[in-house]
């Protein structure tokens, strides 16, 4: 699975699947299985497995991070490399060759070419990615580093994961071949947005690397904690933390630049999102998908700028756009609109983040779940250690 903090991502496929049913395309049975049977590969094998690497290549490195406990990387000490890398490469290989068994034991659903495209993909990125952060990282130590161009390619790059995922999904369920307008723009969206998303949350990382001073952060960084192509990002943060300790500090939530390379993807992701909600729902109309782009543009704009009022601004650009699409005629208006709010609603959610609470569930979602299992795991566990485990996380009785 994608790490803990990330597991987000692996909605991405099954997300753009439900969304061109949503749009109207022809979902059979036996397409709704290969989908599901590809998503778990994806998910379970293959992208664990590429993760598998590139603990592998940051293995010393990553010994050295400030918050290497919490990270969830292979773990250490450096002393005990040879069993580490051994047995994670062991543990990778065999994903894949479980991929390969997958498409071989099921010949009827095709699944071979759809498993090794993905799989050369998803391997594809990695080498890209891994060799541009050899080339751009463990350079220096001062903060923030120079934005050479192996690190501002990586920001770039970053995002093309989402892409394989998202357009896996959206490929099970289109023929993208007969709509290249549609592939286009939804591989645009979904590259920007993980450009966004990626550089927003290694923003937030690079706060493990700072001191709060009266308010304003001061950093200490080593070359071989090989962190650069975090800590470029630190020339667009605001001054000063507001009195926060770096690790709660939540800077997304002020207005940053629009260099920013959070703020020109995501004004790249809301255009080309809503240009293909449009895209999705009439395939013919290039001059509705160019309205679309257009107010795409300026609500993703109007949301940025409009920092503390983001959650509004975001209603306000929904029921525009919606009022827009059915003045127009637009069929499935509120299809046509799920890719830019989709955008938009992760943006909500981490501009809000600190890195105390980066990746994590909201307190009204964990007192449900709290809620709705707790009755069920103290019948399994028994009545003793959930007392124990009670007692343990600091709970009442």
């Known amino acids: 699975m994608p790490r803990p903090k990330d597991a987000f991502k692996a909605l991405l496929m099954p997300f753009t699947f439900l969304l061109a049913l949503a749009a109207g395309a022809d979902v059979t049975g036996r397409s709704l299985v290969r989908a599901l049977i590809v998503w778990g590969a994806l998910e379970l094998l293959v992208y664990p497995a590429r993760y598998q690497w590139n603990d592998i290549r940051g293995f010393v490195a990553d010994q050295q991070h400030p918050a ?50 993905l799989t050369v993909a998803v391997f594809g990125v990695a080498v890209v ?7 751009g990282t463990g350079r220096t130590a001062a903060v923030p ?3 050479r161009p192996a690190v501002v390619a990586l920001w770039v790059v970053v ?61 200490s960084a080593r070359a071989d904690q090989a962190r650069e192509h975090l800590l470029a990002l630190v020339r667009w943060l605001p001054p000063h933390t507001g009195g926060a300790a770096p690790a709660d500090w939540s800077p997304l939530r002020r207005r940053t630049s629009w260099a920013a390379p959070w703020n020109v993807a995501l004004l790249i992701a809301g255009t080309a999102a809503a240009a293909t909600g449009s895209l999705l729902v009439t395939p013919a109309s290039a001059g509705r998908a160019a309205l679309a782009a257009a107010l795409g543009a300026l609500t993703t704009a109007a949301a940025v700028r409009l920092a503390g009022r983001r959650p509004a601004a975001v209603l306000a650009g929904a029921v525009l756009q919606v ?37 994590g569930v909201s307190r009204p979602v964990r007192s449900l779940a709290t809620a709705l299992c707790a009755p069920l795991v103290r019948a399994v566990v028994g009545q003793a250690t959930w007392d124990a485990l009670r007692r343990d996380a600091g709970g009442r009785r």
């Open 159 to 219: 995002g093309a994961g989402y892409v394989v995922r998202g357009m896996a999904g959206l490929a099970l369920a289109v023929d993208l071949g007969r709509r290249p307008a549609l592939a286009v723009s939804a591989a645009v969206a979904l590259w920007a947005f993980g450009t966004a998303f990626v550089t927003s949350r290694w923003l937030l990382e690079s706060l493990a690397f700072a001191t709060s001073d009266r308010g304003e952060p001061v950093w």
């Open 129 to 135: 990615y891994e060799g541009l952060r050899a080339r």
């Open 323 to 359: 009022l827009v699409l059915v003045f127009t005629a637009q069929p499935r208006p509120l299809a046509a609109l799920l890719p830019w709010l989709a955008v938009m609603t992760a943006y909500l959610v981490f501009s809000s983040r600190s890195p105390s609470t980066m990746g």
């Open 145 to 147: 580093p120079p934005a």
């Open 68 to 117: 290497e406990r919490d990270r969830g990387r292979l773990p250490g000490p450096v002393e005990r490399v040879r069993a580490r890398v051994t047995a994670s490469g062991t543990v990778a290989a065999a994903r894949l060759g479980i991929v390969a068994v997958l498409a071989l034991a099921l010949p009827g659903l095709h699944l071979g070419s759809v498993l090794t495209t």
